[in-house]
Structure formats: C-alpha cells, structure tokens
C-alpha cells in the first residue's frame, strides 16, 4: 500500500525524480476525457442527422421553400407572357416543328394583333397625359363650385353666413381622417404585405406541385406505378373535379366501389368499366383524361377511355407504369420465313393491340388511308401491310412514291409499276397510274358476270403531294386539288366507288392532312382509316372521322417523336371491342433491309415481273447530290439560293421548283432545312451525312 501513497509533504532527503515518478500522471487523465466526449457528440450528431423525423423535417422545408420559388417562377411566367408576345412566339415555333404550316401561320397572325393592340394602347397613353390634367382641373373645380353651391342653399336655408363654407370643411375634414387612418395602417401593411405575397406565391407553387419528387413524403413518392386497385380507381374518379360525380360518390353507402366492374388483367395493363352516376356524362370524364391519369399516378398516354356498348358507361385501360415504352418484338413476317398471305380469307400481322393481342388487318376489298405527322412511321407501317401482301401471289402492285427516297425501292421486280419522286413529272406519272387503274376497273366491271379477277393493289404514299401539285395537263386540266377537273382526285374517287367490287384496291399514305392536302370526298372514301400522331383534335376527325373520336379515339394525344408506329384504326377489317369504334395498334417495325429480304421471298413466288418505271431521269437526276453539288464548300446556304442553283444546273428538272418541294425531299432526313438568324438555310455537311449513309441502290433509307 505504501506504494501507491503520494506524500502529502516533500522529504529534504527524497529526490525530486523519485517524488516524480511516483506521483499519477494527470495529462493522460485529460486527454481521455475530450476524446469520448467528442465520439459521443458526434455519434448523436450523426444519429439525428440520418434519423428519419430529420429527413421528414428537411423534406418538409424544401418542399415548402419549393413551392414558394416554383409559385414565384410561375408567376412571373404569367406575368411575362400576359405583358410580351412571347407566348405567340413559343406557339409559333412549336407549330412550326410539328410541321403544322397553318397554325404557325393563324398564331402568327395573333402576334401581329397583339402587337397592334398593344402599339394602340400605348400611343393612347402618351396621348391621356394632357388630357388626364385637363380632367383633373375641370373636376376639381366642378367640385369646388359644387360644395359652395351647396354651402350657399344651407347659409340661406339656416339664415347663418357661416355655413356657406361648411360643406368644403367636411371634405377637407374627410381627407385628414383617411390620411390619419392611412398613417395608422400603413405601419403593419408594410410589415404584413410582404408576408401575405410570400404566401400567395406558396399558394400557386402548391397548387401546380411546384416541389421535386424526393420532397414528397413516402407514401406520395412510392404511388407511382402502384398496382391499380378499386379504392384508387374511386378516389381517382372523385378527385376529377366533377361536382356531381364527387357528390354521388359521397353518398354512396360503399363509398362508390358500385360504380366499378371487375378489374381484368388486359395485356401490360388492367381494364375496369365504370358505371357512371345520373347527372354525369361520359365526355365529361372523357374530357379529363390527363387529370384522371395523374390521379392515378400515371402519365397521360398510359391511359385510355372509351365506350362500351353499355349505357352511361366508360371503360379505362391503365397500363403498367412504363410498360408502352418497351418493344413489342419483331414482326412473323421476319421471324417465320415459311408464311405466306392471301388476299381474301388472310389478316396481315400487323402488331399488337394494348392488351398485348396480336393484331390483324383484313386488306380484302378495303381503300385504306393512314396518316399522320412526319417522320412518326407512316411509310413504315403501310410498307408492313404491302410486304405481307405481296407473299400472295396473285395480288398485282401498282406503287407511286412520292417521296422518292428509296423506301419502295424493294418492290422493284415486285410490282408492275413503280414510281418513285417528289417532282411534278412523278406527280403526273402517278396520276396516269391512278388512271390506268380506273380502265381496268371499267374493263372488269363490262366483263361476263362470273368471270374471276386477280386483285390489283394501288399503293400512293406522299399522296398529299399529289393533292398539292400545281402542275396542268395539256387539256387544261389540273392534275392536283380537289375540284372535279382534277385528274388524280378524280381517278381516286372513281376508285373509291366502285373498285372494291371488281377488287381494284387504292391504298394511300398522307402527311400532315388538311382539308386541301387530303379533301374530305377522298378521306371518306377509304374503308380502313388509320393515324398515327397527329398535332390536333380537328386532324384527328380528319383522320379518323367523327364517330371514332367521339368515340374515345385520340390520336391527337399520341406523343410525337416517342410513340412512334403506334396507330388508331378504324375499320371493320380488324378485330374492335364491342361496342367501340376505333382501336389502338402498336405496329411492328420492319426496317429497310429487312423488308428488302421479305420482298425476295415473294419475287421468288412469282414467275417474274417487269417493272415499269413511268418517270425515269437517269442517274444524272439525283435531287440529294444535286443539292450537295449546288452547296459548293459553304457550310451553310439559303434555301432561295438553293433553288437558284438547282435551277441554273438544270432548268428542266428543278425550274418549276418551290421551298415546299425542296422540303418535300430533304424532310424526314437529318438534312431537313432549319433556321439559322432567322432564316430557313440547308446545312453542307448534314445533307453529305445522308448521302453516305444511304444503301448502295442509290438512294437513302429513311422509311418513317
């Protein structure tokens, strides 16, 4: 024990070394201590920090201090576009990149009486100056005279001289109380007001979900691809904005689950009926498409409403988050190298419907029309239908391609005729093939009674080309537009009335329609009408008809660019759900090369056909290498330049061109024209790319 005892005084005889050593060492006693203090502020920092309230926490603020920068940005958006013509300018050149020339032409045209408008009103208020003043003095001194006026009646009614100024030391005595009063407020108004615009800005930001996905809390942020069950199908409905759907929902003793039928699995999504209440219309839920599917945390376009047959009745097809933008997988024509077609009893397999069912297209004594936007798989659907026919034999091909970049060009030695071009000669030579078509028919429709034809399949793509051509034959007649002295318009309409009879079949693919590119006799005409996307409801009733698009059809609501081979038909030559007009196709896509392969299948079904080609310019008439060739070394030309060059190189060719042929040749290639410092001009080096990447036939693939 004695060794441990620290002596309490010195010895003179110990060593200080000795006293030393034996004494506790109190540095290391302080050095301990600090060091698990520390570990342990920092383990309980680290724990409130990553515990789940403070993440619940910060969500929170930033959600909110999110709403409030998003309500400032979406305010001051409004504000912008309601005192700036920049919302006409974003219209314009979003109409200006789906191609669609007549609504950037109709906003256009409101831009310019916007600014009118807004020139007027400020002219009228440099103007409003003088007369503002001029104004103020007449009333003030009205007013003035008004008050004595009215002093002098009570001096006179009182029989007292002092009240003849007692009107005017009321008013003067009203504006000190509103001053007085103005002064008191006006302290907690600065100091409220700013408060009051912070939360209003907080409002709006709420409103629009102005805060990013991970400031939700969990059960918001984990909704999104939820499977659908009936109490989110209800709460969906309900949340529509609908007063009377919302209020019937209310008063429901099961709280609206009678409204649903069963919840089926159709394909990648399910498929439920919904019974609408009395006072609710289906166009009303129809109408609210987008918001039911935010609803039900999806996008727009993964969910569809039509009609059945029952009455007051839609029926919703929610697909599985994602599940449209996956491939459906190549097409049996490229996968089964032993199929054949025929013509009469066969369905061409064509794709999938959304519920994952393979869908089939009778072309039997059926005028088809597709159509659609630019460069969303037109000519590659309409070519997946032909090559399946072609596997038949018997069916006879007469194809006139208007655009002329190759995407036929497989059917050379396939059909008997087959024109390929942008220019006003192929116009012409379509026309003439349109026409021969009609003279077979009037020669079949004379033939004996019983006698057996061999189908005779015309197929026009780019029609609208030919509806647009200005060009007149030498009997004064215009081979394009849509009056009856129009050759190609007509010839097409004698087909439609009665060549399906005699089966003479006119199949054609247009762009973009309007009423001048695609008339309306010629639309109507065609038995299987289909669309892909397209920029507007109006085009959609175009397309498809009205009885289709009231009857839930959309192709307006397709997105352009992403649902690409994607179509609505309309048609009896398709399976339909009963009880709806239309259904939505997700075709197969056959690309170039392949469909080249396919089309040597059926040449070598057939004994041989020689194929006629009514325009032929020989090589020397190559409209892409023309171009290239007029560019020279600039990077860049004017597309009026072009023409310019393209005239002076070869008059005859190119002397009758426009801008709208020039893009009728170059759109749906990466060498489309575009704008440069305002101005529409062709890029060098993107119309070299396209010339290098087309196949060594002589022309570029580029099939839509």
Not at 221 to 232: H, L, V
Not at 366 to 382: D, E, F, P
Request: charged share 20%; net charge positive; proline share 6%.
């Amino acid at each position: 024990m004695t060794d441990n005892v620290v002596p309490l005084f010195k010895d003179p005889s110990t060593p200080t070394d000795t006293i030393a050593a034996a004494s506790p060492a109190p540095a290391a006693v302080g050095t301990v201590r600090p060091v698990r203090v520390w570990k342990r502020t920092a383990s309980g920092v680290r724990t409130a920090v990553t515990s789940e309230r403070t993440r619940t926490a910060a969500r929170l603020v930033a959600r909110h201090g999110m709403y409030v920068i998003g309500g400032t940005r979406i305010t001051a958006k409004r504000t912008w576009d309601g005192r700036t013509a920049s919302r006409y300018e974003r219209m314009i050149r979003a109409a200006e990149a789906a191609g669609n020339w007549e609504e950037a032409k109709e906003w256009e045209d409101r831009l310019q009486r916007f600014r009118s408008g807004r020139h007027h009103r400020r002219m009228d208020l440099l103007r409003s100056a003088p007369d503002l003043a001029k104004s103020a003095a007449v009333g003030t001194g009205l007013t003035i005279g008004g008050l004595l006026l009215l002093g002098i009646v009570l001096a006179i009614a009182n029989k007292d001289i002092s009240w003849l100024f007692a009107p005017i030391s009321a008013l003067v005595e009203t504006i000190r109380t509103i001053v007085v009063v103005a002064t008191v407020v006006w302290g907690p108004a600065l100091t409220i007001g700013p408060w009051l615009a912070l939360l209003a800005l907080w409002g709006v930001g709420r409103r629009r979900q102005a805060a990013p996905q991970w400031t939700l809390p969990a059960q918001q942020r984990d909704d999104a691809g939820a499977p659908i069950t009936p109490s989110i199908v209800v709460t969906a409905l309900r949340d529509l904005g609908i007063a009377p759907l919302r209020g019937a929902i209310k008063d429901m003793g099961d709280a609206g689950a009678a409204m649903l039928g069963p919840i089926r699995i159709a394909g990648c999504g399910v498929e439920v009926d919904v019974t609408l209440p009395s006072g609710v219309s289906t166009a009303e839920v129809q109408g609210r498409r987008r918001k039911l599917a935010e609803n039900l945390a999806r996008h727009e376009h993964e969910v569809f409403i039509t009609l059945p047959a029952a009455a007051r009745t839609v029926r919703l097809w929610i697909a599985d988050s994602g599940a449209l933008d996956e491939p459906i997988g190549p097409s049996p024509l490229v996968t089964d190298e032993t199929m054949t077609a025929n013509y009469k009893t066969g369905r061409a397999p064509w794709g999938q419907d959304l519920r994952g069912d393979a869908a089939t297209l009778s072309l039997y004594q059926r005028h088809l029309l597709i159509t659609g936007l630019s460069n969303q798989g037109k000519t590659a659907a309409l070519r997946a239908l032909a090559l399946w026919l072609a596997l038949d034999k018997t069916v006879e091909f007469r194809i006139a391609d208007l655009k002329g970049v190759g995407d036929w060009a497989m059917f050379d030695g396939l059909a008997t005729t087959l024109i390929q071009g942008p220019t006003d000669d192929h116009v012409i030579a379509a026309t003439e093939m349109v026409e021969g078509m009609v003279a077979e028919m009037e020669r079949r429709i004379q033939a004996p009674p019983g006698t057996v034809f061999t189908p005779l399949v015309g197929i026009v793509d780019e029609a609208q080309v030919a509806f647009m051509c200005p060009a007149v034959g030498p009997d004064k007649r215009p081979y394009g537009g849509s009056k009856a002295t129009s050759r190609y318009f007509m010839a097409v309409r004698k087909i439609h009335n009665q060549g399906r009879a005699v089966d003479v079949i006119l199949e054609e693919g247009t762009q973009d329609p309007t009423d001048q590119n695609l008339p309306k006799l010629v639309r109507e005409g065609a038995h299987t009408r289909i669309s892909l996307a397209l920029g507007t409801e109006s085009q959609a009733r175009m397309a498809l008809g009205d009885k289709a698009v009231d009857g839930g059809a959309a192709p307006h609501l397709l997105r352009q660019g992403l649902d690409k081979g994607t179509v609505v038909v309309a048609s009896d030559g398709i399976a339909i759900p009963a009880g709806q007009a239309s259904i939505t196709v997700r075709t197969h896509y056959i690309d170039t090369e392949t469909a080249a392969l396919i089309a040597e299948r059926a040449k070598s079904l057939r004994d041989g056909v020689t194929t006629a080609h009514a325009v032929d310019h020989g090589p020397a008439l190559d409209p892409l290498a023309d171009i290239l060739s007029v560019l020279g070394t600039e990077p860049r030309v004017l597309t009026q330049d072009v023409l310019k060059r393209l005239t002076a190189l070869n008059a005859e060719a190119y002397g009758g061109w426009s801008f709208i042929d020039l893009k009728r040749v170059l759109d749906g290639t990466p060498a489309a024209p575009y704008k440069s410092d305002g101005r529409m001009v062709i890029g060098r080096e993107r119309v070299a790319r396209v010339l290098a990447n087309r196949p060594e036939t002589g022309s570029a693939s580029a099939a839509e």
